[in-house]
């Protein structure tokens, strides 16, 4: 498994203001990915970040909404811009740590409310 | 995009085997079937993880037919902190879908 920390671990903003999401992982690893929670649902995800490329997004979600850094092995950052009350959720990363299965192991979460 | 369905809920009691069916008729060839454990206010914990036939751990065993259409999270003689929601997540190429949940609510 992998030790994957997440900051804020939660945050409480104002409308219109963006808020950028640190996940921080112990080993290398290639891929990362970053999932939306809604209250009471499952998870959705985002985008996948590669380090080195532009990150891939899922359809819904849009790079000037949903901006991702990718800027090592071991380190991710998802901005939510511009936000509104319909972005209050848990926002999550997860790591691959085998690519031949696909097995991902998840970070704390960040729980974001809008006001 | 193998699409997941699982129970909404299911209820138990301490001390009894509770077995979690997920069907994912659509998987593909290199899909892989995971599991997590997911509690209020944290992320998913990984369970277990399958291709085919039976795999065990030391928390679960893992049954996957050999049409691999469906496959079934069995967790031994639950406690109440087994209470939580059961993801069952079909994955290959990473692509990835995670079903709605089921949640467990264990009894004293």
């Known amino acids: 498994s992998a030790v994957i920390s997440q900051k804020p671990s939660r945050d409480i903003c104002q409308r219109g203001t963006s808020l950028t999401i640190q996940c921080q992982v112990d080993?290398?690893?290639?891929?990362m990915f970053w999932y939306r929670q809604q209250p009471g649902q499952s998870l959705t995800l985002i985008a996948t970040a590669n380090q080195g490329s532009e990150a891939t997004y899922e359809s819904g979600f849009v790079i000037d909404k949903f901006p991702i850094s990718r800027p090592n092995l071991t380190f991710s950052t998802l901005t939510v811009s511009n936000m509104s009350p319909e972005d209050s959720s848990i926002y999550l990363c997860?790591?691959?740590?085998?690519?031949?299965?696909?097995?991902?192991?998840f970070g704390p979460g960040t729980r974001l409310t809008v006001l | 995009l193998a699409k997941t369905t699982q129970p909404i809920s299911m209820d138990s009691y301490e001390g009894q085997e509770v077995n979690i069916t997920c069907s994912h008729n659509?998987?593909?060839?290199?899909?892989?079937i995971t599991w997590y454990q997911q509690f209020p206010s944290q992320g998913p914990r990984f369970i277990i993880q399958?291709?085919?036939t039976k795999v065990t751990n030391e928390v679960a065993s893992l049954f996957i037919p050999a049409d691999r259409k469906s496959s079934t999270l069995s967790l031994p003689r639950v406690s109440l902190s087994d209470t939580a929601v059961y993801y069952c997540?079909?994955?290959?190429?990473?692509?990835?879908?995670f079903g709605s949940g089921t949640k467990l609510n264990v009894k004293p």
């Open positions: 997540l079909v994955a290959g190429f990473n692509k990835f879908y």
């Open positions: 080993s290398q690893v290639t891929m």
């Open positions: 997860s790591v691959e740590l085998n690519p031949n299965t696909d097995t991902q192991y």
């Open positions: 399958g291709y085919k």
């Open positions: 659509n998987i593909a060839t290199n899909d892989y």
